[in-house]
């Protein structure tokens, strides 16, 4: 019995009838395949460092542009409308840019006179609730005495006192970071006017711009991360409205003072998920228990605890959709990663950009089944139909051969 072996590892026995594979070759084959994947992964990797190391650089001009455009999700709709009935797009971007602000300021001018109005009561309030505190301490299970609790307060005022320099520098940094706040804000409107006002030419003109399949995958993969992004955020902006009601009639029921300014904050918290409603939920619950008592603080946890369970089981799939669901630990991942490189903004802003990066990859998705469906494998050219969050049907490309049957 003689055997032939070729030079790409194939073992051919005439007289058995069977033609094998050397063990060596397949091996080589595989390891060839891992290492140009690897390669492939590294450069993504390293592309994603580059990435995350120029923004991080362009942070200070990045993040407005990113708040500019998460507000003109929210106005665009109404600018759009006022554009489709004749008005010109600056008049538009002006008129719905100038309702935001009026909005934001009758917000303020409501919440300002009952924070100062009733700021004296939440200070005697929480220092008998500290005091309430200090007699549990002395009395209760840890059995603390006096001396010991005074020696405890003097060492935190003489550690205060050591520290006036530090807490001073603090003071002047808190006065240079509100400063760089009045700046980024008036910043962030004047981005908004014009993302307001030209926004919709950016994407038609991106596409004449690159011509030609790259511009009309861009031009679509971009429209699809904007829907998203503005459905995210209207989804968001409801529930959080919806969270705020119910805890803010909790908060009033009970008496607990302060409602309505923490209501805006449970509101503004919605917009960090999961996150956001834990430290807004723990601060109403906190105000309770100082100013009223434990009992009311216990009534206002349960509160909280119906209507965040009412959120995630029933409003946020219901209106958000599988769409734009992400899982509870990708949420986690994102929120941690944006808050540990940029802070309370990176925490706002980590799930939309999570979300609209979804939209994207769900685009390339849909190219990808497609091409595979093909004859030929070619990439093919965005859709004619309006974009869907859905993933279409892997169906053969427009006159392709059907698949052979069996006879």
Same mark, same amino acid.
């Given at each position: 019995?003689s055997?032939g072996a ?6 051919r ?7 094998t ?5 397949i091996?080589?084959r595989?390891f060839?395949t ?10 993504i ?11 991080g ?9 990113m708040l500019?455009?998460i507000?003109?999700t929210l ?5 759009a ?6 008005v010109?797009?600056?008049?538009a ?13 009758g917000v303020?001018a409501?919440?300002a006179?009952?924070? &100062? +109005?009733?700021?004296?009561?939440i200070?005697?309030? %929480?220092?008998?609730g500290? #005091? /309430?505190?200090?007699?549990? =301490?002395?009395d ?30 603090g003071a002047?940094?808190t006065?240079?970071?509100?400063t760089?706040v ?5 910043l962030?409107l ?8 030209d926004?919709h030419?950016f994407?038609?003109?991106?596409r ?7 511009g009309?995958h861009i031009?679509? &993969? +971009?429209?699809r991360?904007?829907?998203?992004l503005g %459905?995210?955020?209207?989804t #968001? /902006?409801?529930?959080s409205? =919806?969270?705020a ?6 908060l ?9 300014p923490?209501?805006v904050?449970?509101f503004?918290g919605?917009f960090?998920?999961?996150v956001?409603?834990f430290v807004?939920?723990?601060?109403a619950v906190l105000?309770?228990?100082v ?8 009534i ?8 965040q369970q009412?959120?995630g ?16 630990a990708?949420v986690l991942l994102a929120?941690?990663?944006?808050s ?15 979300a609209t ?12 089944a497609?091409?595979?469906a ?5 990439p093919?050219g ?7 969050d859905?993933?279409?049907p892997?169906?053969?490309a427009p006159?392709?051969d059907p698949e052979?049957?069996?006879?």
């Amino acid at each position: 019995m003689s055997t032939g072996a070729s030079r790409d590892g194939v073992d051919r026995c005439p007289s058995l009838g069977r033609v094998t594979r050397d063990r060596s070759a397949i091996l080589s084959r595989g390891f060839s395949t891992l290492a140009r994947w690897s390669w492939q992964l590294i450069a993504i990797a390293a592309g994603l460092f580059v990435l995350g190391w120029i923004i991080g650089k362009f942070w200070m001009i990045g993040y407005p542009v990113m708040l500019a455009l998460i507000v003109t999700t929210l106005l665009g709709p109404p600018a759009a409308w006022l554009r489709d009935r004749g008005v010109p797009a600056a008049l538009a971007a002006v008129v719905v840019v100038l309702g935001f602000l009026a909005v934001l300021t009758g917000v303020v001018a409501v919440l300002a006179p009952q924070v &100062a +109005g009733q700021a004296g009561d939440i200070a005697s309030e %929480g220092a008998r609730g500290l #005091q /309430a505190i200090q007699d549990w =301490v002395q009395d209760g299970p840890l059995g603390v005495t006096e001396n010991q609790l005074d020696n405890a307060i003097q060492s935190l005022q003489d550690k205060l006192r050591d520290s006036a320099d530090v807490i001073s520098a603090g003071a002047l940094s808190t006065l240079g970071a509100a400063t760089n706040v009045i700046v980024n804000t008036v910043l962030v409107l004047m981005l908004t006017f014009f993302f307001v006002k030209d926004g919709h030419k950016f994407l038609p003109w991106l596409r004449r711009t690159l011509g030609g399949r790259a511009g009309t995958h861009i031009s679509e &993969a +971009g429209t699809r991360a904007w829907s998203t992004l503005g %459905g995210f955020i209207r989804t #968001q /902006a409801l529930v959080s409205f =919806v969270d705020a009601v119910f805890i803010g009639l909790g908060l009033v029921i009970l008496d607990v003072p302060l409602a309505v300014p923490l209501a805006v904050i449970v509101f503004f918290g919605g917009f960090i998920p999961i996150v956001g409603a834990f430290v807004t939920g723990a601060l109403a619950v906190l105000v309770t228990l100082v100013t009223n008592d434990f009992r009311d603080a216990v009534i206002m946890l349960i509160v909280i605890v119906a209507v965040q369970q009412l959120e995630g089981n029933v409003l946020s799939p219901w209106l958000q959709g599988k769409a734009m669901d992400l899982q509870a630990a990708v949420v986690l991942l994102a929120i941690t990663a944006g808050s540990s490189l940029f802070g309370i903004t990176g925490a706002f802003l980590a799930v939309p950009a999570v979300a609209t990066a979804a939209a994207v990859l769900r685009y390339v998705n849909e190219q990808i089944a497609v091409a595979a469906a093909s004859d030929d494998g070619a990439p093919p050219g965005p859709p004619t139909e309006p974009p869907t969050d859905a993933v279409p049907p892997k169906t053969p490309a427009p006159g392709a051969d059907p698949e052979p049957t069996a006879t």
